[in-house]
């Protein structure tokens, strides 16, 4: 007898195999899409900073910063997902230069994501700013 048709057994294995490829691109197609969604956070964390030491250079205090920036940016507490903690501090590690300068360490603390467990992760970043002592 000749036998022109797939058996049932091989047609479920093909299926399978068709299934884990699936399954496969659908999950690196999910870790793509958290990835760009932490490196967007990242990025635009980075530019807020980059606003924070212009505005700095600029010469206006930290209450002035917060009230020009267009992000949600807190003094104290513990940020939540689209909210940022931004810290002045005394620079301990700036070069030395000239006394007329005004040094100081920039803290941005910002979420970057979820764990698996869904708890939030958060990141700092800090920089050194100075500007002439104007005042």
């Known amino acids: 007898m000749k036998r022109n048709a797939y058996?049932?057994?091989?047609v479920l294995i093909a299926a399978a195999i068709i299934a884990l490829g699936?399954?496969?691109a659908a999950t690196l197609a999910h870790s793509m899409l958290l990835q760009q969604e932490n490196s967007a956070r990242v990025a635009r964390a980075a530019n807020l900073?980059?606003?924070?030491?212009?505005?700095?250079?600029?010469?206006?205090?930290?209450?002035?910063i917060v009230n020009v920036l267009p992000e949600t940016v807190l003094f104290s507490g513990t940020p939540s997902t689209n909210e940022y903690l931004l810290e002045f501090f005394a620079a301990t590690?700036?070069?030395s230069?000239?006394?007329?300068?005004?040094?100081?360490?920039?803290?941005l603390i910002f979420n970057s994501g979820r764990q698996?467990?869904?708890a939030l992760v958060?990141?700092?970043n800090d920089i050194v700013l100075a500007?002439?002592?104007?005042?």
């Open 93 to 95: 590690n700036a070069a």
């Open 22 to 24: 699936i399954a496969g």
């Open 7 to 10: 058996s049932l057994v091989e």
């Open 131 to 135: 500007r002439p002592a104007i005042r």
């Open 97 to 107: 230069g000239p006394s007329s300068m005004e040094v100081t360490n920039c803290r």
């Open 122 to 124: 958060f990141e700092t």
């Open 116 to 118: 698996t467990s869904g």
């Open 49 to 64: 900073q980059e606003q924070i030491g212009v505005l700095y250079r600029l010469g206006l205090d930290a209450a002035a």
